[in-house]
């Protein structure tokens, strides 16, 4: 009988574990802008402004980003730009645009879905009319 309640009780500490896990997972994949601003000052800043104007390596300004792309199509593009030029005619363009003739680079980081949605909400707050 000691077996079955020890059994019965791990089976029931592992649900209940179970559960706090999925629930965290759930609440994990809030975007955040405050986090995404200090991904971005980590990363992207280095090439990119927060302004309309092309940084020095012609990098992008990117004030007003989401009324020229939406979240879905800038969250492909900062996953893995090269890959997505492959099968959009759009990102192939922006990434061959570039006048110095370099390339967005996919970053190890942006494999995250977490931080691509933090960017994104971040970039959401750079509007185009402030």
């Known amino acids: 009988m000691n077996t079955w309640v020890r059994i019965a009780a791990v089976l029931i500490l592992s649900l209940s574990f ?3 896990l999925i629930a965290e997972e759930e609440s994990v994949f809030t975007p955040d802008a405050a986090r995404g601003a200090a991904i971005f000052g980590a990363i992207c800043v280095h090439c990119h402004l927060i302004s309309y ?3 020095r390596m012609g990098a992008p300004g990117l004030k007003g980003v989401l009324e020229r792309y ?3 199509w800038l969250d492909q593009w900062i996953k893995s730009p ?3 030029a492959k099968k959009d005619e759009t990102a192939a363009d922006l990434l061959g645009s570039n ?3 370099l390339k967005m680079p996919t970053f190890p980081a942006m494999q995250n879905d977490q931080k691509r949605a933090d960017i994104i909400e971040y970039l959401k ?4 009319d402030e």
Do not use: M, R
């Not at 707050?125 to 185009?128: D, N, R, Y």
């Open 18 to 20: 179970s559960e706090s």
């Open 53 to 55: 104007e092309e940084s």
């Open 70 to 72: 939406d979240a879905k």
């Open 82 to 84: 090269e890959a997505f």
């Open 99 to 101: 006048k110095h003739g």
């Open 125 to 128: 707050t750079l509007k185009g």
